[in-house]
């Protein structure tokens, strides 16, 4: 059973800043890649970033490329999104994911976390 709990999301203004954290348990997910995906309402969920389990970025969405970072320490099984010049576009539930396989982890990933709220103000 693997269980992924986001936390960091909140409110913030346009311009700034948040960092997400996404523990993993239940297995050790350090030979995984994982990810970041978002839903805003009335959209569909997109992929916003991944890494490959050695910690090299794989993937960051056009949206976000030169705002977020994606990082992970594999010794506390905990992957960051670190989120900066915050847009009101941005907001949206943000999930963190996981899979075995980099194919799958930007498109279908197997496991997913409850998601957390960001909301950026303009």
């Known amino acids: 059973q693997v269980q992924l709990v986001e936390s960091g999301g909140g409110l913030v203004q346009a311009g700034g800043s948040l960092r997400l954290s996404c523990a993993a348990s239940?297995?050790?997910?350090?030979?995984?890649?994982m990810g970041w995906f978002r839903q805003a309402p009335g959209k569909e969920r997109e992929c916003v970033a991944a890494?490959?389990?050695?910690?090299?970025?794989?993937y960051y969405a056009d949206p976000v490329k030169g705002r977020f970072t994606i990082s992970r320490d594999n010794a506390k099984n905990t992957v960051y999104l670190q989120m900066n010049s915050l847009k009101p576009e941005d907001t949206a539930v943000y999930y963190c994911?996981?899979?075995?396989?980099?194919?799958?982890?930007?498109?279908?990933?197997?496991?997913w976390g409850q998601g957390t709220q960001v909301t950026v103000s303009s």
């Open positions: 890494i490959s389990w050695t910690g090299g970025p794989i």
């Open positions: 994911t996981s899979d075995p396989r980099l194919y799958t982890i930007v498109r279908s990933p197997t496991y």
């Open positions: 239940g297995r050790t997910l350090s030979t995984y890649p």
